[in-house]
C-alpha cells in the first residue's frame, strides 16, 4: 500500500519513538504528517528539524487523549493514525490510577475517534510486557499473558479494546509489542528512565555501572530507529488487524550489555553488582527475547542496526545532546 498524497496523524510525535516515527513519515510522498503531543515526555527539539517541512505541522490546541473532542479534532480529514501515547512501565507503577486513565480510558478514546473520523487503519503502540516472564524462547506471538504489572496490565486492556473495536466496527488495527527500545530522544536522565541511559550516565560521571542480580537477565534490545521503521512498514503492509512483535531476536544479557557499552565508551571502570530490592525481585522479568518471524513475513520488518551499531549512535547523539 502506498502512502502518496495521505494524510497521517501521529499520537505522541514529539516523544521518544513517535518523533522518529515522524522523520520516517516524511520520507514518504505523504501530504501531510500533523503531531498530536502534550509533551508531558516529548520535546519540541525533537521535532523541530521536521517542522521544517511544511507537510508537518504541530497540533495547536493541546494534544492529549483524555481530551475527547480535541484529540476527535485533530482526527478530522486523517487517512492514518499513529498512537504512541502513554504512561512507561515505572510511571504506572507508582500512579496506577492515571495509568488506568491515559492508557486504558485514552486508548478507548483513540479507538473510538478512529471509527467517528472514519481512520483507515489505526498503529497503536502496545509492548513486550504483556508476555511478563518467558516460558518459551524466543518468544511468539502466541505466548501467553503472563504479565504481573500495572503497565502490561494496560496494554493487555488496549489490545483487548482494539480485537473489539476491529470486530465491532471493521476499524484495521496493528498494535505493535516492542521489546527494548534504546536510542537517542530516549529521556537520559530522569528517574524513569531506562537500562541504557543509566549505564551511561554512571560511566560519563565516572562512577562504577551498577547491575542488579548477577546479570544473566537477558533481553531483546532494537534501536528506536528500526522502531520508527516497522511502524511505517505496518501501515503500508496490506495487513488489516494483528499483534506484532517488534524485535531483534537477539539475546543479550545485562552484564554483556554493560561490557559492550563500557568497551565503546573505552574505560576501565569495574561493574558493582547488588541485589534486588524485594519489590524489584516480585516484579523481576528475567528473559524477553521476541520472535521475529511473524513481523518479516506479514509486515515486512526487519531490524537493520546491531546492538553495537545501536549504542555507537546513541553515545554520538549524547555527545552533542549534553542538556
Known amino acids: 500500500m502506498k502512502l502518496d498524497n495521505s494524510k497521517c496523524l501521529v499520537i505522541g510525535g514529539a516523544g521518544f519513538i513517535g518523533s522518529f516515527v515522524v522523520a520516517e513519515l516524511l520520507k514518504e510522498n505523504v ?7 502534550n509533551f508531558a515526555r516529548g520535546k519540541r527539539a525533537y521535532i523541530e528539524e521536521y517542522l521544517k517541512d511544511p507537510r508537518c505541522t504541530l497540533f495547536p490546541i493541546g494534544g492529549d487523549i483524555r481530551e475527547i473532542d480535541i484529540l476527535n479534532e485533530a482526527m478530522k480529514g486523517k487517512d492514518y493514525v499513529f498512537c504512541l501515547a502513554a504512561m512507561w ?10 495509568a488506568f486513565d491515559v492508557n486504558i480510558a485514552g486508548t478507548f478514546n483513540v479507538l473510538e475517534a478512529c471509527v467517528k473520523n472514519n481512520i483507515k487503519k489505526l498503529i497503536w503502540s502496545s509492548s513486550a510486557s504483556v508476555y511478563g516472564d518467558a516460558v518459551e524462547l524466543p518468544m511468539t506471538e502466541v505466548h501467553p499473558y503472563n504479565n504481573k504489572n500495572f503497565y502490561g496490565a494496560t496494554k493487555i486492556a488496549g489490545e483487548a479494546m482494539a480485537t473489539a473495536f476491529n470486530d465491532r466496527y471493521g476499524l484495521e488495527v496493528i498494535g505493535l509489542r516492542y521489546m ?3 536510542g537517542p530522544h530516549q529521556d ?13 550516565n554512571k560511566i560519563d560521571a565516572n562512577e562504577a555501572p551498577v547491575i542488579n542480580g548477577d546479570g544473566s537477565q537477558a533481553y531483546d534490545f532494537i534501536y528506536v530507529e528500526d522502531v520508527a521503521r516497522c511502524n511505517v512498514a505496518a501501515l503500508t503492509s496490506e495487513t488489516k488487524f494483528g499483534f506484532y512483535n517488534v524485535g531483534t531476536e537477539v539475546q ?7 561490557d559492550l557499552i563500557l568497551e565503546l565508551k573505552q574505560s576501565d571502570l569495574k561493574v558493582t553488582y547488588k541485589p534486588y530490592s524485594a519489590d524489584d525481585a516480585r516484579a523481576l522479568v528475567q528473559n524477553r527475547i521476541g520472535s521475529k518471524a511473524r513481523a518479516e513475513q506479514e509486515l515486512g520488518f526487519n531490524y537493520k542496526y546491531e546492538l553495537r551499531e545501536g549504542l555507537n549512535r546513541l553515545i554520538e547523539w549524547r555527545k552533542t545532546n549534553k542538556h
Request: one cysteine or more; aromatic letters at 10%.
Open 89 to 98: 512501565l515505572l510511571h504506572c507503577k507508582d500512579y496506577p490510577r492515571t
Open 188 to 200: 537520559q536522565t530522569a528517574a524513569y528512565t531506562g537500562v541504557i541511559p543509566i549505564m551511561l
Open 31 to 37: 501530504a501531510e504528517v500533523v503531531i498530536y503531543d
Open 180 to 182: 527494548n527500545v534504546y
Open 252 to 258: 543479550t544479557s545485562i552484564k554483556q550489555l554493560c
